[in-house]
């Protein structure tokens, strides 16, 4: 059974392209990583499962052995551990965060899971559930999606997680060692906004669409990226 969102940018998508869509002034793929380097089929689809910092897929479903029962290391989710196609990165937690903040409703059937903003842009998270840290058996499937971001959770052994099911989505930190998905955004949008409105005062190097693309002006509207020449980059929303 073939199953479609309408309001989903699904035009010209290949294993290792996505159009993506924005939410909150960031840009979303439209399906989980599958086999590191690639985007899962359809939007529907689990795509595989990742322990922090670690671009080593495990199977969505079925039993599985060999799972590594060792803490990943790291302060971030280091870039030559990205399981994301080239261009997309791994989420922080601020981003993961304004995506669970968006509009959101659960569907049941034909899948479980949760679609995320509102009108024509909107995405389907699957309720994959994940794999425990133990031994990497398989949980929630069904009930609860969980997705990783780049950010540390406090401590050596946790990092922060996205997690929702039919009531409402959250953020929480989770033991690195278990098995959750990861959807990518867009690698040129700042892995984090700066507000430094003390850097207007620094040389502007120019202005960027959400996509990346230098303008030739700064917009009178809507959202855009300033760059400065000490490396700061800003946000803007009119």
Do not use: H
Not at 79 to 104: F, Q
């Amino acid at each position: 059974m073939t199953f479609v969102f309408a309001n989903m940018a699904m035009a010209q998508n290949t294993s290792t392209t996505d159009e993506g869509v924005e939410i909150n002034g960031v840009i979303w793929a439209t399906r989980n990583v599958d086999v590191p380097g690639t985007f899962a089929e359809n939007p529907e689809d689990a795509g595989m499962f990742y322990q922090w910092n670690r671009k080593i897929g495990w199977p969505a479903t079925g039993e599985i052995t060999g799972w590594n029962n060792s803490t990943p290391a790291g302060d971030t989710w280091e870039t030559a551990n990205n399981p994301c196609p080239t261009g997309w990165r791994v989420p922080t937690i601020e981003e993961l965060t304004s995506l669970m903040d968006a509009d959101s409703k659960w569907k049941d059937t034909p899948l479980e899971g949760r679609i995320f903003g509102s009108g024509d842009n909107t995405i389907f998270l699957p309720a994959a559930g994940y794999r425990d840290n133990s031994g990497g058996a398989l949980y929630d499937r069904g009930y609860y999606g969980y997705y990783w971001s780049t950010s540390t959770g406090g401590d050596a052994a946790r990092a922060y997680d996205a997690y929702f099911d039919n009531d409402s989505p959250d953020t929480n930190n989770s033991t690195r060692r278990n098995g959750f998905c990861v959807r990518c955004v867009k690698e040129n949008i700042p892995a984090a906004v700066n507000n430094i409105s003390s850097e207007k005062e620094k040389n502007i190097l120019g202005y960027y669409s959400i996509l990346g693309q230098k303008l030739l002006q700064e917009p009178q509207s809507g959202v855009y990226i300033i760059r400065y020449e000490n490396g700061k980059t800003e946000k803007i929303v009119k």
